[in-house]
């Protein structure tokens, strides 16, 4: 199966590998001919002691112009299958990485970022041994071995005959270690995954690792699997000691034997020719280079099955993005006929969700926000409230209930019309390597340099951009390490507000930001939210209380909701987060949750 799958990746090169097949077969035949030419100059000149200074020159001549043709075909057969594997590896490893670009957040939420990163790149630079050596390598020899067998039958039918018994017991090596190696590779491919994701993990967090004196407790995590991959290496190494060239080599001495006996017994019947006697060995020496580059090749070939087995297990993944999925797409028409996103009132209606299948993070959650209301989340950690924000942007399909847009059911928008109309800010803001510009537009032709400079100038970041050596084109590192948070926080704001959102999706957004510069952005987005639906998670309360309706989550309900006087004249829970948060040095007793009704 996985044989078959990476073939038709090799289907669009037919052309190319056809050439590349050409090539290898007359390089292999220049270079069996080359013993024939041998056995004719012993047979025929050298024994009968007849040295025709013509046809000796003509021999060496064939004998030269056959090997230097063998070593220029090799040569572009050899660039040719190169180059094949090499565009193939790019499709393939293009193909994987698209693919993970669309796979649902609860892929990535249990899947090490390390092992992905070993798929993508470790396991489909291994598939391509399979084209450039295992392929051409078998083709090759396997020709080889048809031309070999051929020359003998021509010098000797009989001992030919005989040297054909050696296949079977060939054929019967290859399986056995195709067999245990196929167990060995598994495990050594897995530990190299698990060895990549500590490895990622330990980079990512460094700062954390250092701080919390964790340094020896990750050196052993990863010598511990370190360790597992060099005993995995280690039987595979001793697989191939046992069963690759020595037991070939055992295989080469006993034909040998067996050649020399032939030939001295038919010796004290008749006369035997010593050209025939060199061509035969040599033809037989020549037999086991193949076999023992085949069985060499074996161990390549099982990696590159092992590997391809666990790409195509990535490729073949059904957990999509809600919204993603080949057939949910064309099961929402043509791109004129999905719906459009134009006013922005959000409705969840009953809404149920899980992340693991098990345990309810949001349940019967209902509530309206209409076009231009800002609509706080408030509540205690893990009450649901970022779980709400991710179900609008469609990265978990829910468990129960419906979620509309313009009255239009979420699950009938496509992806790319919700994240163009949607403007996310997280608590947590991610930069990619690049330059200031680059992060606010994303390379979105749509957003022009007049839009970028608006959107700086919004949320009071232009004028420290201009302040900085190269202005917009300042580089900016991974994650943005080289900014405090409270910049990356406002980079990653004017980088929303240069699309114009239709729906504003704030994640504690001013979290990073201090008390002066949290001001400004407060005036920012009183301007923004003209005509635009904001969804705010907040959990410093003073940033919120302009908002048209506050909803209090508990452990995944909605238990109050209305605007920050009405929930404060209720002394409920809010009124219980408010106080606290204000310092009051009075105690304030736990509210009863019943007084203020679910979803009420």
Known sequence: ?????????????????????????????????GPYLVKIFIDDYLEPRWFPLGALIGLAAGYLLLHLSSVILQ?????????????????????????????????????????????????????????????????????????????????????????????????VLMNVFRRLSSKVFRVSREKLGQLNAILNESLQGMNIIQALRQEKRLQNRFAKINGEYYSASLKNIRLNGLLLRPAVDLLRIFALMLVVYFFGRESFHGVIEIGVLYAFINYLDRFFEPVNMMMMRLAQLQQALIAGERVFELLDSEEWSPGDRPDHEKSKGTESDRPVIREGRIEFDSVTFSYDGKTDVLKNISFTAMPGQTVALVGHTGSGKSSIINLLLNFYAIKGGEIRIDSVPLSRYSNEELRRKMGLVLQDPFLFSGTVRENISLLDGAVSDEAIRE????????????????????????????????????????????????????????????????????????RMREGRTTIAVAHRLSTIQDADLILVLHQGEIVERGTHQELIQKKGLYYTMYRLQQGATESVEEPTLSGSGLND
Do not use: W
Not at 4 to 28: C, D, E, M, N, Q
Not at 101 to 124: E, K, M, P, W
Not at 455 to 477: C, H, K, M, T, W
């Open 1 to 33: 199966m996985v044989v078959r799958r990476l073939i038709k990746y090799a289907k669009p090169h037919r052309k190319s590998l056809a050439v590349a097949f050409i090539l290898l077969l007359f390089g292999t035949l220049a270079d069996l001919a």
């Open 75 to 171: 040569y572009f057969q050899l660039f040719s299958f190169q180059k094949i594997a090499l565009k193939i590896v790019h499709q393939l490893r293009s193909d994987v990485f698209g693919k993970t670009q669309h796979l649902g957040l609860s892929f990535f939420d249990r899947t090490a970022a390390g092992g992905l990163v070993s798929r993508i790149t470790n396991d489909t630079e291994a598939v391509k041994d399979l084209y450039v050596s295992v392929l051409s390598t078998f083709v090759q020899n396997i020709v080889f071995l048809l031309g070999i067998f051929a020359a003998m039958f021509v010098l000797d039918v009989r001992l030919a005959t005989i040297c054909l018994l050696l296949l079977p017991v060939l054929l």
């Open 455 to 526: 959107a700086a100038e919004l949320v009071q970041l232009d004028s420290f951009i201009r302040r900085l050596p190269n202005g917009y084109e300042e580089p900016v590192v991974e994650r943005g390490a080289t900014l405090s948070s409270g910049q990356r926080q406002l980079l990653s704001f004017a980088r929303t507000m240069a699309r114009q959102p239709a729906i504003l999706l704030l994640d504690e957004a001013t979290a990073h930001v201090d008390t002066e510069t949290e001001e400004a952005i407060q005036a920012a987005l009183a």
